[in-house]
T-cell receptor, first 116, second 115 residues
Framework: AQSVTQLGSHVSVSEGALVLLRCNYS??????LFWYVQYPNQGLQLLLK??????LVKGINGFEAEFKKSETSFHLTKPSAHMSDAAEYFC??????????????FGKGTHLIIQP | NAGVTQTPKFQVLKTGQSMTLQCAQD?????MSWYRQDPGMGLRLIHY???????DQGEVPNGYNVSRSTTEDFPLRLLSAAPSQTSVYFC??????????????FGNGTRLTVT
């Protein structure tokens, strides 16, 4: 069964500093990996995804993530934090076995706090 | 562009009451699903559907029923509400059946409180 671990339920960084949100996964097959962002009182929005091909994936709002198979990791980074980045971030994994039967398995989320 | 629409946005129920959370999408997506979000738990899959007339259970299906009579609608029914069902519920849809090729589109959620 697939699973996701997000290290740190809360991460605080200063505006302009590097953002690093950690995600490790387990999967019995090559996974599909996702990062979603949730702003207060809203649903989740896709930031970026990895399916196949290039292991460094660029997403919206300047975020990127690198798939490292040997480390079973998919950490999310942004070189310079902005106040508008404050939100809840979820890493998710799918084994994509077809038919959407497995859905997505989500991590428990990391609340990103931006200090002025 | 409505996307995924959930109603109501807020609901308070008493223990034992029943209700239906509505979800509609206008993107002609085959796959629809319901998640619940609880503090410190992330999102957990309740039920999902890969097309009209087809539904299946997710990780936490107990206490919930679903049906999919049309492509557009995927209501979630609570037959006898319990305080443990206090949560934020999200409906999500995607094109086709393979999650990897088509990300989920989420509604804005229904915040349910059971007293």
């Amino acid at each position: 069964a697939q699973s996701v671990t997000q290290l740190g339920s809360h991460v605080s960084v200063s505006e302009g500093a590097l953002v690093l949100l950690r995600c490790n996964y387990s999967s019995s097959v090559p996974p599909y990996l996702f990062w979603y962002v949730q702003y207060p009182n809203q649903g989740l929005q896709l930031l970026l995804k990895y399916t196949t091909g290039a292991t460094l994936v660029k997403g919206i709002n300047g975020f990127e993530a690198e798939f490292k198979k040997s480390e079973t990791s998919f950490h999310l980074t942004k070189p310079s934090a902005h106040m508008s980045d404050a939100a809840e971030y979820f890493c998710a994994v799918s084994e994509g076995t077809g038919g959407g039967a497995d859905g997505l398995t989500f991590g428990k989320g990391t609340h990103l706090i931006i200090q002025p | 562009n409505a996307g995924v629409t959930q109603t109501p946005k807020f609901q308070v129920l008493k223990t034992g009451q029943s209700m239906t959370l509505q979800c509609a999408q206008d993107m002609n997506h085959e796959y629809m699903s319901w998640y619940r979000q609880d503090p410190g738990m992330g999102l957990r899959l309740i039920h999902y559907s890969v097309g009209a007339g087809i539904t299946d259970q997710g990780e936490v299906p107990n206490g919930y029923n679903v049906s999919r009579s049309t492509t557009e609608d995927f209501p979630l029914r609570l037959l006898s509400a319990a305080p443990s069902q206090t949560s934020v519920y999200f409906c999500a849809s995607s094109y086709g059946g393979v999650i990897g090729n088509s990300p989920l589109h989420f509604g804005n959620g229904t915040r349910l409180t059971v007293t």
